[in-house]
């Protein structure tokens, strides 16, 4: 089976729209000052999706503050991108967390399998992310990290991934979802048509 594709860092309306049109099933909005992707609540909320489920990605709120901006701006899913613990994603209704995991931050396997085994109960889904912190920076992850770790639920792979590696990035882990975010951009926030297009051309073979 294909995997679910999420697109992130939604700036522009037409973004948006299109990545709809051409299959994506969740759309990415992020609300971090910090982030050249950043957007507003009233952004995401005039985003409106047929069948497309829309994504809040926080790192300092609150957990009160992300069911407001969940609320306010129509969003299915929070996906938890800081340090947010197991009670904040009880807060926020385990079947519409995706929590954010970085491999490279742990210093051995065992600790982050121990991660993913506390997290794993408390998310819709994992996502696993290159680097120690943050995103939509463009590199990879090490995929022989997959081969050590057992992830009992659904998850995403993130980091760096665009046209000229997505195959082999599902053809060596098989996640359920695949989050591509900078690599097809043309510049931060701006989507590259002719890339997204290749993306989806790849995954419908």
Not at 23 to 44: Q, Y
Not at 140 to 165: H, M, Q, R, V, Y
């Amino acid at each position: 089976m294909k995997p679910v594709v999420k697109v992130c860092g939604m700036t522009r309306e037409q973004d948006a729209a299109l990545c709809e049109t051409l299959g994506a099933s969740l759309l990415g909005f992020i609300f971090h000052p910090g982030s050249p992707r950043n957007v507003s609540v009233d952004f995401a909320a005039s985003i409106k999706t047929a069948t497309a489920r829309k994504t809040g990605v926080f790192v300092k709120q609150s957990a009160s503050e992300v069911l407001k901006i969940m609320s306010m701006a129509g969003l299915h899913y929070a996906q938890l991108h800081g340090g947010q613990n197991v009670e904040f994603c009880k807060a926020i209704g385990p079947d519409r967390v995706i929590k954010v995991l970085w491999p490279q931050k742990y210093e051995s396997v065992i600790q982050l399998q121990t991660e993913i085994d506390r997290f794993a109960p408390h998310c819709r889904y994992l996502l696993f992310d290159a680097g120690k912190s943050g995103g939509g920076h463009g590199t990879s992850l090490d995929l022989n990290i997959f081969t050590k770790i057992n992830i009992p639920c659904e998850w995403f792979i993130a980091g760096g991934i665009n046209p000229d590696n997505i195959c082999q990035v599902l053809e060596a882990v098989e996640p359920d979802g695949v989050d591509i975010n900078s690599g097809v951009e043309a510049e931060p926030g701006i989507k590259d048509k002719n890339k997204l297009q290749t993306v989806f051309e790849l995954l419908n073979g």
